[in-house]
């Protein structure tokens, strides 16, 4: 019997003879690099840093949140949650704005559960917001909030909030809005700065906001570290309930970042918006994780009065440390951020002050010049976290003592 040929054999194929392609972004997104809080953490790996850039604790959230979520587990709450939040959840949010806002909702058709707050400012903003829409930011400004805007087709105007005080610019502001503002974006407590809009600036804001028939996206996720004046929610002021969609999440109060659960908080008109957008970004958030944050919500006061008094030691820890290595240091009113001016250590600019702070000296901060749209504005400042446990902030401060010095 003829024995058939083998095949030829095939050609060898190395990898170079593959051709390299260039890597691929959208357009809308082709300005936007890898986030300078991933960047800032590689290298505080690679020279073994102190971290005080990126802002998550290192230490851990309260064991009846986290006990809470593992009887969830248990209890075989494990499949997907109704997309706009489990039941319990939605009305434990609903109770909490109540208390601090004095503002009733509805937890079904006026609370929606995200996947951290960043969703719920992404499920704002694709859901509400229209190619071409101009959005008013306040520079320097959470680095989401443009590349999300970015992502929806809007026109992104900035207002510049200036050192020392980071004061709004009230003038600047009704300059800006036009026939086509569809909406602000509003932070307070405000990242990076630690600024918190004042009452008479917030009135300001809604004033406008109702004359123009403007919406405003207000993330209050620093709400719980205020330390030197009550937190206001712009929903709560006269006419604003109406066009405002309020976002928080439980991250940051009970120093539980990586569950990411957020909300956002609207009237029903706004909220079918929001909804439309979060069913097709998540469509629905961690199911035992929010049966726990329904727990966590429902702590006492003297809970929020401890986490205030906390942050109030570690925030006097880094101020303090950060005005005798010779930083000039800025007010910080909320979050768990400082901002200060670093030239007094004869650097061209942010960036390049940073990577000698993590290479030379062993401690990590953010350049600004990220946060702002002209980044020339923000070269002179860098943002350090005092969310570490007071022996890390004491670590760096000694570092920074030792090896920084004054031109």
Not at 53 to 71: L, M
Not at 147 to 152: G, I, Q, R, V
Not at 302 to 323: C, T
Request: aromatic share 10%; glycine share 6%; net charge neutral.
């Amino acid at each position: 019997m003829a024995q058939s040929s083998p095949p030829p054999a095939a050609a060898a194929v190395t990898v170079t003879d593959t051709p390299v392609k260039t890597l691929q972004v959208a357009n809308r997104l082709e300005k936007f690099k890898t986030t300078i809080f991933t960047q800032m953490s590689m290298l505080a790996i690679k020279h073994g840093a102190i971290n005080l850039g990126q802002g998550f604790p290192n230490f851990d959230g309260p064991e009846f949140v986290k006990e809470a979520a593992i009887q969830a587990i248990r209890d075989g709450k494990n499949q997907y949650a109704r997309g706009y939040g489990v039941p319990d959840l939605n009305s434990a949010i609903a109770a909490r704005f109540k208390k601090d806002s004095g503002l009733v909702v509805d937890p079904e058709k006026e609370v929606t559960v995200t996947s951290g707050c960043t969703e719920a400012i992404a499920a704002s903003v694709l859901g509400l917001i229209n190619p071409g829409d101009e959005v008013i930011l306040f520079a320097p400004f959470y680095d989401s909030y443009e590349a999300t805007l970015s992502m929806a087709g809007a026109k992104v105007k900035g207002i510049t909030l200036r050192p020392p005080d980071f004061d709004l610019p009230i003038a600047e502001l009704k300059a800006a809005i036009s026939k086509n503002t569809r909406a602000i974006l509003l932070n307070t407590p405000h990242n990076p700065t630690g600024k918190m809009f004042t009452r008479e600036e917030l009135n300001e804001i809604a004033s406008l906001c109702v004359e123009n028939d403007v919406l405003v996206f207000s993330d209050e996720v620093y709400d719980k570290l205020s330390f030197e004046m009550d937190h206001i929610s712009i929903a709560s002021l006269p006419g604003m309930y109406e066009r405002t969609v309020t976002l928080n999440s439980l991250g940051k109060t009970f120093s539980l970042t990586g569950w990411k659960i957020g909300w956002a908080i609207a009237p029903p008109h706004l909220t079918w918006g929001v909804r439309q957008a979060h069913s097709y970004l998540t469509f629905a958030t961690s199911t035992p994780m929010q049966s726990a944050a329904a727990a966590a919500l429902r702590a006492p006061d003297s809970y929020y009065e401890e986490l205030r008094r906390d942050y109030r030691a570690k925030k006097d820890i880094l101020v303090r440390g950060l005005n005798a290595v010779g930083f000039n240091v800025y007010p910080s009113s909320g979050t768990y951020f400082v901002v200060v001016d670093h030239t007094p250590f004869g650097k061209a600019d942010d960036t390049t002050f940073c990577e000698y702070l993590i290479k030379e000296v062993g401690v990590v901060a953010i350049p600004t010049s990220v946060f702002y749209l002209n980044p020339e504005e923000g070269k002179n400042l860098v943002r350090f976290t005092f969310c570490k446990d007071e022996d890390t902030l004491r670590s760096a401060i000694e570092r920074m003592k030792a090896k920084l010095h004054r031109k």
